[in-house]
């Protein structure tokens, strides 16, 4: 048991994902998991622990933004061994070949600043996924058939935005998409070794203002979790 995460020693599986939102994470193990349990839920942060094909998964909610990620990263890693962390979770468009519904799967991760930017003082650290992950994510996807992409994302410490010509320049250098909390996760799972990967649902564009419709938000939302799992267990 750590500060934020109620679960016991052996609760948590070696391998975590975690959307942003605590109620994805039980929509998720509910639907892909068997036997899925409770296991976490200090601060209505809901956890569950089941198994995948025979494999055991947690999925653990993170929150939202890289302060409460990194909170949660940093207990699944130091506390309960976490060796294979992957986000599920929604992102903004920004590219025009980049709809609503497709996946997109992070190489990289572009930030301003996070949690763990005053260590690195003047380097600009370069967040990126594990390969081994990405290339079985990749194949994943592939197999699905869905439209996907694979790239650099951006990392906002904000939600509302008001950087229109930050915008621009992402956009300029090729960011497929906009999140909250890839960049963090790709760190901390650097500095100790691990493996981290982000599979996101594009839910909403930048550009031209569409909004993923709420009832076709599962459906699309299985995919992403769908290609996590298969990522992880290639």
């Known amino acids: 048991m750590t500060v934020h995460i109620g679960a016991a020693p052996g609760q948590i599986a070696e391998t975590v994902l975690m959307p942003g ?42 929150g939202m933004g890289m302060p409460s990620l990194s909170i949660y990263a940093n207990e699944l890693i130091s506390s309960y061994n976490a060796q294979t ?4 979770g929604s992102c903004g468009g ?12 992070a190489m990289s991760a572009t930030t301003i600043t996070s949690p763990s930017s005053g260590i690195f003082k003047e ?4 967040p990126t996924a594990d390969w081994s992950l990405l290339r079985a994510a990749v194949t994943a996807a592939e197999t699905k ?16 935005a008001e950087r229109p010509d930050l915008d621009e320049q992402m956009v300029r250098h090729g960011i497929l998409g906009v999140e909250m909390e890839a960049a963090e996760l790709y760190t901390l799972a ?9 599979v996101l649902t594009v839910s909403d564009h930048l550009q031209t203002g569409e909004a993923l419709p709420s009832a076709d938000r599962e459906r699309t939302f299985g995919d992403m979790v769908e290609i996590a799992l298969e990522a992880a267990f290639a």
């Open 21 to 62: 939102d605590p109620y994805r994470a039980k929509w998720a193990a509910e639907t892909f998991l068997d036997g899925a349990e409770l296991v976490n839920e200090v601060r209505g942060m809901l956890g569950f622990t089941g198994t995948w094909k025979g494999n055991p998964v947690t999925i653990q909610g993170s």
């Open 85 to 88: 962390l992957i986000r599920i």
């Open 94 to 105: 920004m590219q025009p070949h980049v709809d609503i519904r497709d996946v997109i799967i």
């Open 123 to 126: 380097v600009n650290f370069a």
């Open 145 to 160: 058939g869905g439209k996907t992409h694979v790239g650099g994302i951006y990392s906002s410490d904000v939600f509302y």
């Open 190 to 198: 650097a500095r100790h070794g691990r493996r981290a990967l982000a």
